[in-house]
Antibody, heavy 120, light 107 residues
Framework: QVQLVQSGAEVKKPGASVKVSCKAS????????MHWVRQAPGQVLEWLGR????????DYAEKFQGRVTMTRGTSISTVYMELSRLTSDDTAIYYC?????????????WGQGTVVTVSS | DIQMTQSPSSLSASVGDSVTITCRAS??????LNWYQHKPGKAPNLLIY???SLQSGVPSRFRGSGSGTDFTLTISGLQPEDFGTYYC?????????FGPGTKVDIK
């Protein structure tokens, strides 16, 4: 079946970086953008950016420009999201999600979420 | 970025009630509007895309409407499993933005 499986929870110190993986299966990987969305405790959903598996191209939210990097892994059908210079404000659940119904960019399949905790 | 607002921020309704949630964009987004249901401890679930198209597998009691800047999500015949927070999301621009959410409780 179509699914996205993310890597496990992370605990990081302020100033460090975190790299979260998202492995896709059950569909044509190159046919869909992969988006990253996060939700901090008590906060709304926040879009970080998207990765085009076909071209390797990226689009990042202005807020995260210079701090976020999305890449394709060497293993098939895996996308990585790395966030650097972490602060306590980056404590959140991070989701990868498949973009569908182009051009409406509806996020129809989501990973299970990865909890990232930033604490000294 | 396009700003999204939602009203109400929360509501409580009984099983069988009809519920309407409103979403407004800070500028026209034509029909580039999607709706999600989010339950605690789970990933968000796509309900409606392109303002009014029902995602496969979503019950027909969910209906989306609107275009331009004003949109609504209506749940006709609220069910116990419909609790959760509902978010609208615009995709008119590459930089996606979500509304602040509407929390729905079942009385």
């Amino acid at each position: 079946q179509v699914q996205l499986v993310q890597s496990g929870a992370e605990v990081k110190k302020p100033g460090a970086s975190v790299k979260v993986s998202c492995k896709a299966s059950g569909y044509t990987f190159n046919g869909h953008y992969m988006h990253w969305v996060r939700q901090a405790p008590g906060q709304v959903l926040e879009w970080l950016g998207r990765f085009n598996p076909s071209s390797g191209g990226t689009d990042y939210a202005e807020k995260f420009q210079g701090r976020v990097t999305m890449t394709r892994g060497t293993s098939i059908s895996t996308v990585y999201m790395e966030l650097s210079r972490l602060t306590s404000d980056d404590t959140a659940i991070y989701y990868c999600a498949r973009g569908s119904w182009e051009p409406f960019d509806a996020l129809d399949i989501w990973g299970q979420g990865t909890v990232v905790t930033v604490s000294s | 970025d396009i700003q999204m607002t939602q009203s109400p921020s929360s509501l409580s309704a009984s099983v069988g009630d009809s519920v309407t949630i409103t979403c407004r964009a800070s500028q026209t987004i034509t029909k580039y509007l999607n709706w999600y249901q989010h339950k605690p401890g789970k990933a968000p679930n796509l309900l409606i895309y392109a303002a009014s198209s029902l995602q496969s597998g979503v019950p027909s009691r969910f209906r989306g409407s609107g275009s331009g800047t004003d949109f609504t999500l209506t749940i006709s015949g609220l069910q116990p499993e419909d609790f959760g927070t509902y978010y609208c999301q615009q995709s008119f621009t590459t930089s996606l933005t979500f509304g602040p959410g509407t929390k729905v409780d079942i009385k």
